[in-house]
């Protein structure tokens, strides 16, 4: 990898290695936030595409995700994972430069957004793997530097709240779209990026199997899986991102709020923004009480105590209710769904074998993005045959019911935090930690 090697050689240009993955975070969730509000206001309102484009588009932008994760998190285990991040982060940013380019000329059209979705589905698919397993070696890195120690779930609160201050930072800048345009915002989405792909090259060199794994890459994947589904913990904690990919944020997130506020409200460009803008200040909400607040020593029951929280607010959205109780509705929401986002990635992170962590962390997020394409699909068809308002009953008793069976069957409302054990390992034992 030339061009990512030229770069990287360069002693000079090292970032504090925790800073550094903070700033490669916020410069992808803030291009993600303006893509939240961009992407479907310009299907539903620009394009003004019926219920089924709609979720047939925003399935696009999740299935490559459901091909490449698995594949992706055995690279990322094999690879060094700054130049994947590199590489797809700039070829992220090219293929929304792309898109702008073709909205400034006049060329926009429904089969142009569908295929920008998919690009960016690629890219999306092979630098979540690489850039949530490499949080293990960077909190190691970064305690063996005079920029001191985090352990390993502060670590990941802080990422959330950084995550989510940044999607709220590139929603908020969605919100201009309705004066601007929005080939100009999709312009900035494609520069930040590429500016978070160069940042990746000065991140310092994370350890890998690289020379030590001489297993098939198919064994590798197979291995992830079964680490998954024999674990009491770690196949919950999947289970319930394949009912959140699914029914909440396919089903709901992307297809029922943007229709809810055209056909409902009659609204556009700002109130899609300003609403997602209010989901994720309850998401930063949430984990800013999580940082201040002592670790969660039970976070499997807080995770699922959580997300009862959004089967609430899924019940609510079929009820008739006023613009600013939906706002506040929507903030309820997001401070619910911050803290089992937050507790539900430290949990596999301190649960997954070190040596399988990026294959593990590869299958749960599959878990998510897997069933979002269906979700939003099947979605768009039942607003489109029975409207907004009744449709939001779906999603609600499913995850009901999801919830209900896991935490009767598994021990998830019993799981403790196990992060101490990882924050105590040394470099060399998490580099070679046995696979089971």
């Known amino acids: 990898m030339p061009l990512f090697d030229a770069l990287a ?59 490449l994760l698995p594949l992706a998190g055995v690279l990322a285990e094999r690879r060094d994972r700054r130049g994947i991040l590199f590489y ?20 926009l059209s429904y089969w142009a957004m569908v295929g920008f979705a998919l690009l960016i589905g690629v890219a999306g698919g092979f630098v979540m793997p690489a850039r949530d397993s490499a949080i293990n070696p960077v909190v190691r890195i970064t305690g063996q ?35 601007s345009g929005p080939a100009a915002l999709f312009a900035l989405q494609g520069v930040g990026l590429v500016i978070g792909g160069v940042v990746a090259a000065f991140i310092p060199r994370l350890a890998s199997n690289r020379g030590r794994s001489t297993a098939h890459p198919m064994a590798d994947l197979v291995d992830g899986w079964r680490a998954v589904v024999h674990s009491p913990v770690l ?28 056909e409902t409200y009659g609204g556009g460009f700002q109130e899609i ?64 769904a911050g803290v089992a986002i937050s ?39 039942v607003v489109g045959a029975t409207g907004p308002h009744f449709a939001a009953l779906i999603p609600m008793g499913g995850l009901a019911l999801v919830l209900l069976v896991i935490s009767l069957t598994t021990p998830i409302l019993s799981v403790r935090r196990a992060g101490h054990a990882i924050a105590a390992m040394t470099g060399e034992e998490i580099d070679n930690a046995p696979a089971e």
């Open 343 to 381: 507790l539900s990635r430290s949990v596999v992170q301190e649960q997954a074998p070190p040596a399988k962590l990026a294959r593990v962390m590869s299958v749960y997020q599959l878990g998510l993005f897997g069933g979002m394409p269906a979700g939003a699909v099947i979605m768009g068809f």
């Open 273 to 336: 923004a300003s609403l997602m803008v209010c989901f994720w200040l309850g998401a930063l909400a949430a984990n800013i009480a999580l940082v201040k607040f002592r670790q969660i020593e039970r976070p499997g029951r807080a995770v699922v105590l959580a997300q009862c929280v959004t089967v609430l607010a899924l019940g609510a959205f079929a009820l008739p209710m006023p613009l600013w109780t939906l706002y506040l509705l929507v903030f309820f929401w997001g401070l619910g």
């Open 235 to 262: 196949m919950p904690m999947t289970a319930i991102m394949v009912a959140i990919g699914f029914l909440v944020v396919g089903g709901g997130f992307l297809v029922l709020i943007p229709l809810l506020i055209r």
């Open 145 to 179: 530097t005079r920029h001191g120690r985090v352990d390993l779930q502060r670590a990941v609160v802080l990422t959330s709240t950084v995550q989510f201050a940044s999607q709220i930072a590139g929603m908020g800048v969605g919100y201009f779209a309705a004066w």
């Open 88 to 107: 797809f982060y700039i070829f992220a940013g090219l293929s929304a430069l792309a898109l702008a380019g073709l909205l400034f000329t006049n060329r």
């Open 9 to 67: 050689r360069d002693r000079k240009l090292r970032l504090p290695p925790f800073g550094a993955y903070l700033a490669l975070v916020a410069c992808w969730f803030f291009s993600f936030g303006l893509q939240t509000t961009l992407f479907p206001g310009v299907i539903t309102f620009t394009l003004g595409e019926s219920p089924e484009r709609l979720g047939i588009a925003q399935a696009a932008l999740t299935a490559p995700m459901m091909l």
